[in-house]
């Protein structure tokens, strides 16, 4: 009884020291807000800039040159494009977000040149040298493996449990470990995934209703308004080309980060296999 109770309090501890940051969720709940309002901040003072547009009038034609062109041309795409703009910038956030843990989560070197050192080490019998080379990997796999070769060391000492036993309790540690250190890679993924799927909404929406401006001039009797059918046909394409744009970034990086979080993950399986095929092959 006193031996389940130590276990699930060792546990709990190991949950808390891998649980995210205040800081982090905090970081996370900020972030979509702060966005939205410098995304409609962008939207109304720098797009929205009457030296955007002819006349000094931001209901008027944009200029005809400079970067104020594209401004103004862009400000036309209606009350949508913030909303746009809003969602690029929080992609972006997460993109960064996530590219700087997941940096960390490589490492100072590659989990496989890793596993090929401890691998080096245990067979030389020097558990100590290897912990030190997950100390200086500093990622993912060191964190996994560290824990592992921890547990192999006590084990290496333990009388009461057989070799099938011993293999066994340092494959428990390494799956326990992986679980908490998974979810930490994986976070924030979510965004990412969700804007992939609403910034082309959100376009086809800006788009939609670009469209209905330009057929409501052309329904109007006598000769249709030119300026409003030509912008009601610019405000869908902006929207258009903004939704399209964000939902590639998204994808994009999204695939990425998955990439590189699969090749993280292997080479953590690639850790507790050689770990526990060590213990095997040294302590039978």
Not at 11 to 28: E, G, I, R, V
Not at 69 to 82: A, D, S
Not at 96 to 115: D, N, Q, W
Not at 226 to 241: D, F, M, P, R
């Amino acid at each position: 009884m006193a031996e389940t109770k130590t276990t699930v309090t060792a546990a709990t501890a190991k949950a808390s020291s891998h649980q995210p940051k205040k800081s982090s969720n905090l970081f996370a709940a900020l972030a979509v807000p702060i966005c939205l309002v410098i995304g409609f901040l962008f939207y109304f003072f720098v797009l929205g800039n009457p030296a955007n547009f002819q006349g000094n009038n931001p209901e008027g034609h944009p200029i005809d040159s400079g970067i104020g062109k594209w401004f103004g041309t862009v400000y036309k795409g209606g009350l949508i494009v913030p909303i746009l703009i809003s969602v690029l910038l929080v992609c972006l956030t997460f993109v960064i977000e996530r590219f700087m843990y997941l940096s960390k989560a490589k490492g100072k070197f590659s989990g496989s040149e890793l596993v090929r050192k401890v691998q080096y080490h245990l067979a030389n019998r020097n558990i100590d040298a290897a912990l030190a080379e997950c100390d200086k990997q500093k990622g993912s796999v060191g964190n996994v493996l560290k824990a592992g070769l921890k547990k192999y060391k006590e084990m290496v000492t333990n009388t009461e449990l057989d070799t099938e036993q011993k293999i066994l309790t340092i494959k428990n540690e390494i799956e326990e470990t992986t679980a908490l250190e998974l979810p930490m890679m994986e976070k924030n993924l979510v965004f990412l995934s969700t804007i992939a799927s609403v910034a082309t909404l959100l376009g086809l929406f800006g788009t939609v209703l670009g469209m209905i401006r330009a057929f409501a001039a052309m329904s109007t009797g006598g000769a249709p308004d030119s300026a409003q059918l030509a912008g009601g046909i610019s405000e869908a394409l902006i929207n258009t080309a903004l939704g399209i744009g964000t939902s590639a970034v998204a994808i994009i990086m999204y695939n990425y980060f998955t990439t590189n979080i699969d090749s993280i993950t292997y080479a953590i399986d690639e850790s507790g296999f050689t770990l526990t095929q060590s213990f095997a092959a040294n302590h039978k």
